[in-house]
């Protein structure tokens, strides 16, 4: 069955960085697009970034352009976030989600990221 | 951004009766391939989103059939036929038409 198991979350200062990791398996991987969304605390769901299994096209929400970067690695099944100057806004679960027909037919159980100081 | 609007936000409802949540977008969500792409999620407590219905009113493998969607344009509505105790949650709708994604505030379902 399909599995996504989300890695790489924790504490970090404003300012600094991290790199969220996703591991898949049950499909063929590199056919599929994928995506990060996160839920801050108490809040509703943010689309953040989205790629193709080819990794082209990419697309990001404002909020995190120039700050964070997808990217994935077919040969491995995984999937990334490279999230660069963390603001205290960015705390959030961070689930990667995989299309299935369309958006979000898959999901991960997340990876809490917290920004504070 | 397309803004997308639900409504309720809090809907108690008696278990075996209907509900049915309404959500509108700020643009019509008819893509250029004809497809409309509206989703619903589910979101119990403690748990990830699960999506229920995918272009306004498919549903999901799984998700049972007192479950349905319709809709079309900027108007859509989910509902459920007979509340079950296991329905208890939050629903968003999510538009995939135009980027950046977006969802709506999310309805939170509880039992009277």
């Known amino acids: 069955q399909v599995l996504l198991v989300e890695s790489g979350g924790g504490l970090v200062k404003p300012g600094g960085s991290l790199r969220l990791s996703c591991a898949a398996s049950?499909?063929?991987?590199?056919?599929?697009?994928m995506s990060w969304i996160r839920q801050a605390p108490g809040k509703g769901l943010e689309w953040v970034s989205y790629?193709?299994?080819?990794?082209?096209?990419?697309y990001y929400t404002d909020s995190v352009k120039g700050r964070f970067t997808i990217s994935r690695d077919n040969a491995k099944n995984s999937l990334y976030l490279q999230m660069n100057s963390l603001r205290v806004e960015d705390t959030a679960i961070y689930y990667c989600?995989?299309?299935?027909?369309?958006?979000?037919?898959?999901w991960g159980q997340g990876t809490p990221v917290t920004v504070s100081s | 951004d397309v803004v997308m609007t639900q409504s309720p936000l809090s809907l108690p409802v008696t278990l075996g009766q209907p509900a049915s949540i309404s959500c509108r977008s700020t643009?019509?969500?008819?893509?250029?391939?004809?497809?409309?792409?509206l989703h619903w999620f589910q979101q119990r407590p403690g748990q990830s989103p699960r999506r229920l219905i995918y272009?306004?009113?498919n549903r999901d493998s799984g998700v049972p059939d007192r479950f349905s969607g319709s809709g079309s344009g900027t108007d859509f509505t989910l509902k459920i036929s007979r509340v079950e105790a296991e329905d208890v949650g939050v629903y968003y709708c999510?538009?995939?038409?135009?980027?950046?994604?977006?969802f709506g505030q999310g309805t939170k379902v509880e039992i009277k």
């Open positions: 999510m538009q995939g038409t135009h980027w950046p994604w977006t």
């Open positions: 272009k306004v009113s």
């Open positions: 643009q019509n969500l008819v893509y250029s391939d004809g497809n409309t792409y």
């Open positions: 790629i193709s299994g080819s990794g082209s096209p990419i």
């Open positions: 049950g499909f063929t991987f590199s056919d599929s697009f």
């Open positions: 989600t995989r299309d299935r027909v369309v958006a979000a037919g898959d």
